[in-house]
Structures are given as structure tokens and as C-alpha cells.
């Protein structure tokens, strides 16, 4: 197809356009997984620059139809990857633009910039589902940099969220960065889409990537762009492929060196005494995020003791008929939450929890085999509601906790000594 003569005029001030490629890389393998095709112009002209100006020109999906014809007519890529070929959210409704695409997209990824909004969002949704259905994979380019951004993401249901590199940019420093790619990462579990970290330039960076979850990276420490395919780095992909290796050996620390879920398991997996349950808890505590933790276990009474770390070692067994509410709360398997003026919970569990200076406790019973065994307390200064991600994570930890604590509690059985109920 021709081009017109204000194309023509254009490329004679910016120089002819000419495709280079930049890997992406699994950060599980150090493999590279596809090359992005981006546009170079031969004055040295920055591209954003280029397509800027094209677009203030009327010219923009001229110059992109033109950077696709460049991209496809290079032989390859190599066998196993795919072409990533990049196109405006307007030019995916020009015909004309989209006519230059091949009938088969199997092998083609079609990166959605983010240099303007996205206006049109159901015609556009319709045509991503139309690229869908000939093969294509849908990738949204600079998620995080903006408002614009995260709504494009929800709107077109990518398979591939593409982080900006202002995001990624010494993340293995900077714990808002991490908090903010983990919750990419989780929406992108549950939409189905992975999701590719943009400007990774540092090792540090890959692996906290990688403890991240983050399936896949560009950047500088990979390759620059070039001309033809360009190989990975060995260091950059050697550095890939042993986050996964200490992972798999159970080495594999955070970002932060963070307590998490796989460590406290070990721990109470490890636990074969009652004296290291107080490690156990101080660690849960640490995961659960908050001030104190207790574990007590039913004993003839019936009552409540506890049987774990200093700071309840001189409570009284306490009596299950004083504290209906637990009593309660071990009948049904149902976690029990008190507020210290909270009128709806029972005044002595109240009091109980005042006087030792917290504001708010969760209790969620220890059941082993449908016998309730105890309870795992979790305690706060402040008079808050428990959130649900400490409900759920308390919960999981009482379930391995039931089966430790029933066996050392057999094996074990200890004098009275801790806190209980409510």
C-alpha cells in the first residue's frame, strides 16, 4: 500500500523507519518468551516523539500500519517465542490498520499502548475478542503509571498486564512497589492474565520479581533492543533461573526477609515440644500482624489454659461456663471476635480483655477430627474489626495448629499455666 505524501514528508525530517526487538523474558527460566517489535527512526528521533507528532498530523495510524508492515516483514522469531507488535487503542478500530495484520495471529501478541484513553470501550472490547479468536494474546502496556491505566486493565481483560518501569524501578527497595505489583499480580490470578514486569535493569530487581510471582520481564539486563534476535544475558538469565531453584529448595526469602505463610508452616511442622510452641506463635504473630498471640487447650473443668510463651504464664485456667461467647464459639467451630465496647459481646470477656490492656481479640478454636481441642487467640492494642485476610489467614494456621497441638498435648500433657477464654 502506498504511502501518502504527508507520510513520506514526515519520514524524510525523522529518518526511515526501521524495526529493532527487545526479549521478554521468563523469570522462572531466564528463556526468552518473545521480542517486541519497536519502531526506530533513522535521525535518531525519539520514537514517542515521532508518533506524537504523527497523530497531532491526522497521520498517527498511518505511521503505525507502517510500523507493523516493518515488524512483520522480518524473518523469525525464533521457534517457541512470539512477536509483540504494538498498536494505539484507536488504531484497533481502523480497518485499515488491522488489514495488515495476518489472518493467523498464533503467533502474535498485540500490546495495547497506553498514549491515549481508551474512549470507545465497548467496539474496542469487540475487536480484542475478534484478534482472540485468529490466536492473538491481548497484552496492556504501562499498567501502574496512572488512573487511565488501571481502568484500560479492568476494561479490556488483558492476558498480559505489562508494568510501567517507574513501578518496577528499585522494587527490591521499596515495600509500596512490591504491595502495589503483589496486588497486580493477584487480580491478574483471577482474571487469567500474567503479568510482565517493563525497564527491569538490576539483578536485585529480577529477584524480587520473581519472589513476587512475576511471570515474565523486559529490560536493559535482559538485552537492548537490536536489529535481529538478541540473546540474554547469562547473568540476567542465570540469576532467573536460581530464584526458582532456591524456591524449589525452600530457600527462597522475600524481598524483605518477611515472615510468611511457607516459613510459619515449617516451623509448627518442625515443633515436637511444648517449650518451642512460643517460637511457633511469636512467628504468627509477626504474620498476622498483630500484638500477642495465646494458644490454649480444653482441660477437665472443662476450662481453658494456656500453654505457650511468657507473657500469659501466670493466668488461671479459666472456666468455659464463665464465657459462654468461646464456649460458644468451640460448640460451633465458628471464630469469635470481641471489641472492648462492643455492647453486643459478653461483658466478662469484655472486662477479661480490657484488663490485660488490649482493645479487640480474635478467637478461632483448635478441631482435630471434629473434637474442638482449644483455641488460638489473636489479641490488639487498638479496638478495631479483624480483617477478613486475618480471619482466613488465623483460620488456615488453627487448622495445622489443632494437629501440632494434639499431639503434644498428649505426648506432653503440661501443668495450668496461661491465658484462656475470650
Known amino acids: 500500500m502506498p504511502h501518502s505524501s504527508r507520510l513520506l514528508a ?17 523469570l522462572a527460566t531466564g528463556r526468552p518468551v518473545a521480542y517486541e517489535a519497536l519502531a526506530r527512526f533513522g535521525s535518531g528521533a525519539p520514537p514517542d516523539e515521532v508518533f506524537d507528532r504523527a497523530r497531532r498530523l491526522g497521520l498517527g495510524h498511518e505511521l503505525e500500519a507502517l510500523a507493523i508492515d516493518a515488524a512483520l516483514s522480518t524473518p523469525g522469531p525464533p521457534a517457541g517465542t512470539r512477536l509483540t507488535v504494538n498498536l494505539s487503542p484507536s488504531a484497533l478500530l481502523s480497518d485499515d490498520v488491522l488489514a495488515r495484520l495476518p ?43 496512572g488512573y487511565a491505566s488501571l481502568k484500560q486493565v479492568m476494561h479490556l481483560r488483558p492476558d498480559v ?28 490470578r483471577q482474571i487469567g492474565a500474567s503479568v510482565c514486569a517493563e525497564g527491569v535493569e538490576h539483578i536485585a530487581e529480577v529477584r524480587a520479581l520473581g519472589a513476587l510471582d512475576v511471570a515474565c520481564g523486559q529490560g536493559y539486563l535482559f538485552a537492548a533492543p537490536a536489529p535481529d534476535w538478541p540473546a540474554i544475558s547469562r547473568l540476567a538469565a542465570i540469576a532467573c533461573a536460581d530464584g526458582l531453584a532456591r524456591a524449589l529448595r525452600g530457600a527462597d526469602g522475600t524481598p524483605t526477609d518477611e515472615v510468611t505463610l511457607e516459613a510459619v508452616s515449617g516451623m509448627l511442622a518442625s515443633c515436637d515440644a511444648m517449650d518451642e510452641l512460643g517460637d511457633c506463635l511469636a512467628a504468627m504473630r509477626d504474620l498476622l500482624g498483630v500484638a500477642d498471640l495465646a494458644v490454649s487447650t480444653i482441660v477437665p473443668g472443662p476450662g481453658l489454659a494456656t500453654y505457650a510463651g511468657p507473657r500469659w504464664a501466670h493466668e488461671p485456667v479459666y472456666l468455659l461456663e464463665d464465657f459462654p461467647a468461646t464456649a460458644q464459639a468451640l460448640e460451633t467451630g465458628e471464630a469469635l471476635q470481641v471489641l472492648t465496647t462492643d455492647p453486643r459481646a459478653d461483658a466478662d470477656e469484655r472486662a477479661l480483655l480490657a484488663g490485660h490492656g488490649y482493645g479487640a481479640l480474635l478467637l478461632v478454636p483448635l478441631v482435630r477430627r471434629g473434637r474442638p481441642i482449644g483455641t488460638l487467640e489473636a489479641f490488639s492494642r487498638a479496638e478495631r474489626p479483624w480483617t477478613r485476610r486475618q480471619i482466613r489467614l488465623a483460620r488456615a494456621l488453627g487448622h495445622q495448629l489443632a494437629l501440632v497441638l494434639d499431639e503434644l498435648v498428649v505426648a506432653e500433657p503440661p501443668a495450668p499455666a496461661l491465658r484462656a477464654a475470650g
Not at 18 to 25: A, E, G, N
Open 10 to 26: 514526515l519520514l524524510a525530517q525523522t529518518g526511515r523507519l526501521t524495526p529493532v526487538h527487545q526479549p521478554i523474558v521468563d
Open 103 to 145: 489472518r493467523d495471529l498464533s503467533g502474535i501478541t498485540i500490546e495495547v499502548t497506553e498514549n491515549e484513553l481508551v474512549t470507545h470501550d465497548d467496539a474496542i472490547v469487540c475487536r480484542l475478542a475478534g484478534l482472540r479468536r485468529r490466536g492473538a494474546v491481548i497484552a496492556v502496556d504501562d499498567a501502574g503509571a
Open 161 to 188: 498486564i505489562k508494568l510501567d518501569r517507574s513501578v518496577i524501578t528499585g522494587v527490591h527497595e521499596d515495600p509500596a512497589k512490591r504491595a502495589l505489583i503483589d496486588a497486580f499480580v493477584s487480580f491478574g
